[in-house]
């Protein structure tokens, strides 16, 4: 079986924290960005484990250009970036062996104008983030474990979301047409606005969300006031 490739980006805040992840046990070689100033040495050092090494200055904003950013992942890596933002990054169309699990774990992070499509991101962690016109069109974020986010004026149609859970974002001016949400369960989620209709629903469960009311009786919709209720 493949060796499994990580994609960590972690902010300021989840530092102290990092070293519990499942992420830090696998972290033999490294692809890091940071926005604090590092030796030489560890430079020299990551350059013998065949990684790539980026060292932007504080409030440095990465544009354009990022596909090889993300083309260059190698097994066992571990890509860690500092409360980046990231502008018209394009990392679409970009794909992992089929047994390959590519964990990619961001926080605090700004993505503006930024292209998704077809990029599977399966089983994700995503916290704090905020998405501005960025493109979704057929990615993969099955399971993909969202939180306390913005996702703004951008489109997720054909995106695969099923069995993703979803906390406390925001949805504002955006397109599900003919995306899958089986199985996805939002919680405390405002979602007013959002036209479902040419959605893929079933087992979709809204907890304490904010919902247009035609939305609520789509069939495959599922309303609950706690976790746990159907």
């Not at 926080?107 to 930024?114: L, Y």
């Not at 939002?186 to 209709?197: A, H, P």
């Amino acid at each position: 079986m493949a060796a499994v490739a990580k994609v960590h980006l972690l902010c300021k805040a989840c530092e102290a924290s990092r070293n519990s992840t499942p992420a830090a046990e696998h972290s033999k070689r490294k692809f890091i960005t940071r926005s604090n100033q590092n030796s030489a040495t560890e430079a020299k050092s990551m350059q013998k484990n065949s990684s790539l090494f980026i060292e932007p200055k504080p409030g440095h904003c990465l544009e354009d250009g990022i596909v090889d950013f993300f083309n260059k992942i190698n097994d066992n890596s571990l890509i860690e970036v500092v409360s980046m933002k990231l502008k018209h990054a394009n990392v679409s169309d970009v794909k992992f062996p089929e047994f390959n699990a590519l964990e990619f774990m961001t926080f605090d992070v700004m993505f503006q104008g930024c292209n998704f499509e077809s990029y599977d991101i399966g089983g994700s962690w995503i916290k704090n983030c905020v998405f501005i016109e960025c493109n979704f069109i057929n990615a993969g974020l099955v399971k993909a474990n969202i939180s306390d986010s913005e996702i703004i004026n951008s489109n997720l149609n054909k995106s695969n979301l099923a069995n993703a859970e979803i906390f406390n974002t925001v949805f504002k001016n955006v397109y599900f047409e003919e995306a899958n949400l089986q199985g996805t369960v939002f919680f405390d989620c405002n979602l007013r606005g959002i036209d479902f209709k040419k959605t893929k629903l079933g087992y979709t469960r809204f907890v304490r969300c904010l919902l247009d009311e035609h939305v609520k009786c789509l069939p495959g919709v599922e309303l609950a006031t706690y976790p746990g209720v159907q």
